[in-house]
């Protein structure tokens, strides 16, 4: 048995809009769907959502996971995810001798009455390989597996810089926030959607 991990973490600008995005974060299938794109995603239900990741490549290996996620958000916007179960398709030896450890979190925080998104992804597999791996170098394997991991994170990483912020901006002109029992400070209101439209500029921090 071998074991691979990568961690990614993210600090991320949140561009200022009329309601808060602890609002938005409260909402597991939006935030789903930026992590990864819509059509790998099947609803299992209202906090559990099963991922069909792409098809990938350890060496003369190719293996395609399914991972079930669990996504909690308390009332503060704070969002907690687990892989809950993980399925190796298209390799049914692997898939016998595979587990998968996956921790997540992203929550706001204020910093000089700015917020900023900040959050951290740890990802670990133990796998068994076959026995054609015997004699290449542990190293060798430890290596490819973990820059494996680290690219699978990385893109996640990059999807969400990338995508969550836009659906965060046409979440805010949806209908969905008119339905939203949030009490403005006097004000606030009469603020037109007009600077919605601005350019976001955001600030990551690895």
Known sequence: MISFAATQSIHLLVP???VPIQHYLRQPQRLVYALVDQKQVEPLSQEVFRLQMRPLKFMM????PAVDMEIKVDSTGRVKLRAINCEIRGNGYINQRFSLSLQGELSPHMVAQKTY???????TVAVELPPIFRLTPKPLLE??????LHSVLLT???????QLLADYEAWIQSDDVNNLPIRFPRGRQSRTHAGLHQSQHASNIF
Do not use: Y
């Not at 998104?117 to 990802?123: E, N, Q, V, W």
């Not at 290596?143 to 494996?148: D, E, H, V």
């Not at 996640?156 to 990338?162: D, E, N, P, T």
């Open 117 to 123: 998104l900040k959050g951290r992804a740890d990802l």
């Open 143 to 148: 290596a490819t597996g973990n820059g494996l």
């Open 61 to 64: 290996i190719h293996v395609q």
């Open 16 to 18: 200022s809009q009329p």
């Open 156 to 162: 996640i990483k990059q999807r969400l810089v990338r």
